[in-house]
């Protein structure tokens, strides 16, 4: 069982770790810098693990919205090409324009994912 102690510790050094993730971006220099931070190896693998955990699931969330919102507009533009083609009006904005904006955001959210 954690002691209070123990919880504050690990609840500052997340915080730092959160602030470091806007200044350095990287998980190899977050990791260094909290090594620098605090000489408590087994408390800073405690922290980096959680930390990583909610790292990834804030990645996979965006990830998997731009996945969504890609998907949305690769819809749109099949109905678009789909209702300009059955009244003999050009459907080619909708059908390469909207197309490839949709593909780009989905692959740009699978890259979110993968990390």
């Given at each position: 069982?954690?002691?209070?102690?123990?919880?504050?510790?690990?609840?500052?050094l997340?915080?730092?770790?959160?602030?470091?993730?806007?200044?350095?971006?990287?998980?190899?220099?977050?990791?260094?810098?909290l090594?620098a931070?605090?000489?408590?190896?087994?408390?800073?693998?405690?922290?980096?693990?959680?930390?990583?955990?909610?790292?990834?699931?804030?990645?996979?969330?965006?990830?998997?919205?731009?996945?969504?919102?890609?998907?949305?507009?690769i819809?749109?533009?099949?109905?678009?090409?789909?209702?300009?083609?059955h009244?003999?009006?050009?459907?080619?904005?909708?059908?390469?324009?909207?197309?490839s904006?949709?593909?780009?955001?989905?692959?740009?959210?699978?890259?979110?994912?993968?990390?």
């Amino acid at each position: 069982m954690e002691t209070a102690h123990e919880q504050n510790n690990f609840e500052i050094l997340l915080d730092f770790l959160r602030d470091a993730e806007h200044r350095l971006g990287d998980l190899d220099k977050i990791k260094n810098e909290l090594n620098a931070k605090s000489t408590d190896l087994d408390l800073n693998d405690k922290v980096f693990q959680y930390f990583k955990k909610e790292y990834y699931a804030h990645k996979r969330k965006e990830g998997l919205s731009k996945i969504g919102l890609g998907s949305l507009i690769i819809l749109a533009g099949f109905c678009i090409t789909c209702f300009n083609f059955h009244s003999n009006e050009s459907f080619n904005f909708a059908m390469y324009g909207l197309t490839s904006i949709g593909i780009c955001i989905v692959f740009w959210g699978f890259y979110k994912i993968m990390g």
